[in-house]
């Protein structure tokens, strides 16, 4: 029977710093935030429990009866489901500590509130899941936080994971850390790390990131981008737009030489989320051509380049958010 589901209410868990959820999207009109269990800390789980949860979601969007959450998301779509119960889109956004301290960071401007809060080590459920065949190959891993590489279980969640036979995995790092288990996983060509340094030089980069990294980011970028040159590579660059900080094309143009330089080929692109909301009706036209001029530079240079969902919207006069 074809439905309007997505593939995270069908076969998607998230851990997230104090409990799971069905997915991590919760900047759609809908708003996500879908519980599966509350109050989570690293320990063993009920499946039993758990997936009677996901079954009630899932039965719900099979009746039509869309989970408030879910209104609005672009992951929404009509087709024939899966029924067995089983997760292959896992998300990792559990990690609270960072060693950047991004200006534009929710976790930074709210460390009062993220100080409080313990972290716990995913591996034990991971390995559990594996046994018990509820974690199954084919969807994708994604990891956001903080910064996972710095988390004490990161390598040997990623090694697990890559035994396993997991080749989607996408990983959003600071990139000041280097990680022996995400060159490995890229020289398989099973995992793609998005390293955000918003900045082309090392002055913008300490306004930006309020940390003293940008050589060593650079040079971490170099070691991901030559791991594995296949196509476009495995290691992509970000940049986030921050009206009057690096909003303009020599910032931009210093950023993209930087990662030529290091043998990258793959770029993306956002705009400064908290900024882009509150002034979405009122956003200078100048903005969108920045986004353009980033499109056509990549395009000129034969890089792959992504828009993420701001810079998305503002180039498709649309919200995703
Ligand atoms: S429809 Fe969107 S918000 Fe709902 S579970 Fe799927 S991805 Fe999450
Ligand atoms: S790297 Fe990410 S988690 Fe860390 S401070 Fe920057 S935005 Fe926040």
Aim: net charge positive; proline share 3%; hydrophobic share 35%.
């Amino acid at each position: 029977m074809k439905y309007l589901s997505c593939r995270y209410i069908e076969h998607g868990m998230d851990f997230e710093h104090t409990r799971l959820e069905t997915c991590c999207f919760t900047c759609h009109s809908g708003g996500g935030h879908i519980t599966l269990k509350r109050e989570y800390a690293g320990e063993s789980i009920n499946w039993e429990e758990l997936f009677e949860k996901k079954r009630k979601y899932r039965q719900d969007h099979r009746n039509g009866n869309l989970t408030p959450n879910c209104a609005g998301c672009v992951f929404l779509e009509e087709k024939e489901w899966d029924e067995e119960d089983y997760i292959n889109y896992l998300q990792f956004n559990y990690w609270i500590l960072c060693n950047s301290k991004c200006s534009y960071c929710y976790e930074v401007q709210n460390k009062k509130l993220f100080d409080k809060i313990k972290p716990y080590n995913s591996v034990p459920v991971i390995k559990e899941m594996i046994e018990k065949n509820i974690l199954r190959p084919g969807g994708e891993v994604s990891f956001g936080g903080g910064e996972p590489t710095i988390a004490p279980e990161f390598d040997d969640l990623i090694r697990l994971l890559t035994a396993n036979g997991f080749k989607n995995m996408r990983i959003h790092s600071s990139g000041i850390k280097f990680s022996p288990a995400i060159e490995e996983a890229i020289k398989k060509g099973v995992l793609n790390v998005v390293i955000s340094i918003d900045a082309g030089c090392e002055k913008t980069y300490k306004t930006i990131k309020r940390v003293n990294a940008y050589k060593k980011v650079i040079e971490n970028m170099k070691k991901y981008a030559m791991a594995n040159q296949t196509n476009y590579g495995y290691m992509t660059s970000k940049y986030i737009i921050i009206p009057n900080v690096n909003d303009n094309r020599k910032e931009i143009d210093m950023w993209i030489d930087s990662v030529v330089k290091v043998g990258g080929k793959w770029l993306a692109l956002d705009i400064e989320d908290v900024w882009y909301k509150t002034n979405r009706s009122i956003i200078s036209p100048y903005y969108l051509d920045l986004v353009n001029y980033v499109l056509d530079k990549a395009n000129s240079l034969n890089m792959k380049i992504e828009l993420y969902d701001r810079a998305r919207g503002l180039k498709e006069g649309k919200n995703f958010i």
